[in-house]
């Protein structure tokens, strides 16, 4: 039984993935399902995302359908998107009708549109979720439909006929770190661009690490350069002047006051932003709460080939708010990049009301509140 008294579901999909912005909040509402005592979580995504690691890692099952994305896409690939949705769709009626699931949760992304179709087809009862400041498209054509949907932004409310802003589930460790670094260390600075990495965000971080080479003054920085640009990004910071320390898929780099670390992917995320008094970094949803969680000030890069530039609208919601300072790509180099992060270090009260605004666009409970709406949905549908 759940607070409320009512049968806990046996079954709930959760459909979507494939960036991490999608599957992370996805995966702490499973996590928090699980706890309540749900005894099977269905996450449906495809082979290309990181669902297929993530989620088996979890303990969750995974089953992959075969799709492609409509947006920012040519029109071969839209084709073949549209050509393959009916089958796509019926496979999923298929899932839904084996696995019986008392409710569908819509996490977002390409992944999502057929489950979300089929859900509606099959009359399974259907919560949203939407991380983004502009809703996207598999989650804009099912909110008419929806039980309910789950916004990370208020400005995202008016979309979507019955929306609650809950704000963004996060993993259960940034909810418990504490930050950030005590105010006497040295500088300490977090880069990066997303699990595969962001090719202008590294460039201008390997710029950044020559320059500060050169001056003695003790600074830090840590950077993700994504699994697709660590071998290029590995061998460049070998051909600066200074030395390295090499280990497993990781490196530290030092020259004068400066020490670096590198490595492909940072795994545990909650602490790195503890250490840190500044992030360099996209803007995609999931890793903006991530900031507010740890009330660490950022400067946001959002990317500008994301579909209908909801980076953007992030970033400049986060900015608004007064927690970040937003530097565009096209303006992106290693001397934009220091003056600003150094106008922002060199004014400690700024810096002080930054972490005070990203901490009140956190929403602690946000996890709660969406697995209360999923329960809520599932229970008219138990028999």
Wanted: charged residues 15%; proline residues 6%.
């Amino acid at each position: 039984m759940n607070a409320a008294g009512a049968a806990l579901p046996e079954c709930i999909v959760i459909a979507g993935g494939g960036t991490g912005g999608h599957l992370m909040p996805g995966l702490a509402v499973a996590a928090e399902l699980r706890r309540r005592g749900v005894r099977r979580l269905i996450f449906v995504g495809t082979a290309r995302g990181l669902e297929t690691r993530l989620v088996p890692a979890a303990g969750f099952e995974l089953e992959c359908i075969r799709i492609g994305g409509l947006i920012n896409l040519g029109w071969r690939r839209q084709l073949q998107t549209l050509t393959s949705l009916p089958g796509a769709i019926l496979d999923c009626r298929r899932r839904l009708r084996a696995a019986r699931p008392a409710a569908v949760l819509g996490i977002g992304g390409y992944a999502s549109g057929p489950m979300l179709a089929a859900a509606r087809w099959d009359g399974v009862p259907l919560v949203l979720l939407e991380i983004n400041t502009r809703p996207g498209l598999a989650n804009r054509l099912a909110g008419d439909w929806a039980r309910a949907t789950a916004v990370a932004f208020a400005e995202a409310a008016a979309y979507f006929p019955r929306s609650v802003v809950t704000g963004l589930p996060v993993r259960a460790e940034f909810l418990q770190a504490e930050g950030p670094a005590p105010t006497g260390a040295p500088l300490r600075l977090l880069c990066f661009g997303g699990g595969q990495g962001a090719r202008t965000i590294n460039a201008a971080v390997l710029g950044l690490a020559a320059a500060w080479g050169e001056v003695a003054e003790p600074r830090e920085i840590v950077h993700q350069t994504g699994a697709g640009e660590w071998e290029s990004m590995r061998s460049a910071y070998a051909r600066l002047p200074g030395q390295i320390t090499e280990a497993s898929e990781a490196l530290v780099y030092r020259h004068g006051g400066l020490e670096l670390r590198a490595q492909p992917f940072i795994a545990e995320m909650a602490a790195a932003m503890r250490r840190a008094h500044l992030a360099v970094c996209r803007s995609g949803a999931g890793t903006l709460a991530e900031l507010a969680a740890m009330g660490l000030p950022a400067v946001l890069i959002p990317f500008p080939a994301a579909a209908d530039q909801h980076q953007l609208h992030n970033a400049r919601a986060f900015a608004t708010a007064g927690a970040a300072v937003v530097l565009e790509q096209a303006q992106l180099t290693p001397p934009a990049l220091e003056t600003i992060v150094f106008d922002l270090v060199s004014h400690p009260a700024r810096m002080a009301a930054m972490r005070a605004s990203a901490r009140a666009l956190a929403r602690p409970d946000a996890t709660s509140r969406i697995a209360d709406l999923v329960l809520s949905a599932a229970s008219g549908r138990q028999q």
